[in-house]
T-cell receptor, first 111, second 116 residues
């Protein structure tokens, strides 16, 4: 079946890079996503990558996709206090509409 | 556009009472999703609709939960009777779904439900 796994917590020092990792099971995934949830709010799409790409860069964000290992990562360069949030990895499954979300990684920033 | 609108934002009720959560999706979107988020179980998909038709309700926990989408601009999630373990944040999300689209889901602000 479809499943997305990610670690629950990550703590980094302000100014360092954060790397959040995710694994998924559906080899037919077409799109993979990173959503961000700030306290008291709903999830917001941060970035996505199409399955025929290996990497996507958008300002401080870098997404790496390893289809062979079904591994997705999100790197945030120069992590700031405003990056504190829960980050959800997600994949578009066999249904065109449904997105499978991971459990979320809570990123905390220490001074 | 105002985004996905949910009401109420907070609901406190007593065990056994009926609870109705409401959602207005973004105009033009053809898919609507109901999620539940708790510390213990994370984000769970309860049910989703395509073109107002329920497609997958396998995430609905029990018969106490029901959802309707009478038209493209309105959906409800009802819990009857409510129990303390239903306490959670309930999110509604909508998207324009197509096979060639990346299908971004837009989330509402959530309804925080507390059942005493």
């Amino acid at each position: 079946g479809e499943d997305v796994e990610q670690s629950l917590f990550l703590s980094v020092r302000e100014g360092d890079s954060s790397v959040i990792n995710c694994t998924y099971t559906d080899s037919s995934s077409t799109y993979l996503y990173w959503y961000k949830q700030e306290p008291g709010a709903g999830l917001q799409l941060l970035t996505y990558i199409f399955s025929n790409m290996d990497m996507k860069q958008d300002q401080r964000l870098t997404v790496l996709l390893n289809k062979k290992d079904k591994h997705l990562s999100l790197r945030i360069a120069d992590t700031q206090t405003g990056d504190s949030a829960i980050y959800f990895c997600a994949e578009r499954g066999s249904s065109a509409s449904k997105i499978i979300f991971g459990s979320g990684t809570r990123l905390s920033i220490r001074p | 556009d105002a985004g996905v609108i949910q009401s109420p934002r907070h609901e406190v009720t007593e065990m056994g009472q009926e609870v109705t959560l409401r959602c207005k999706p973004i105009s033009g979107h053809n898919s609507l999703f109901w999620y539940r988020q708790t510390m213990m179980r994370g984000l769970e998909l309860l049910i989703y609709f395509n073109n107002n038709v329920p497609i997958d309700d396998s995430g609905m926990p029990e018969d106490r939960f029901s959802a309707k989408m009478p038209n493209a601009s309105f959906s409800t999630l009802k819990i009857q009777p409510s129990e303390p373990r239903d306490s959670a944040v309930y999110f509604c999300a909508s998207s324009f779904s197509g096979t060639r689209s990346y299908n971004e889901q837009f989330f509402g602000p959530g309804t925080r439900l507390t059942v005493l």
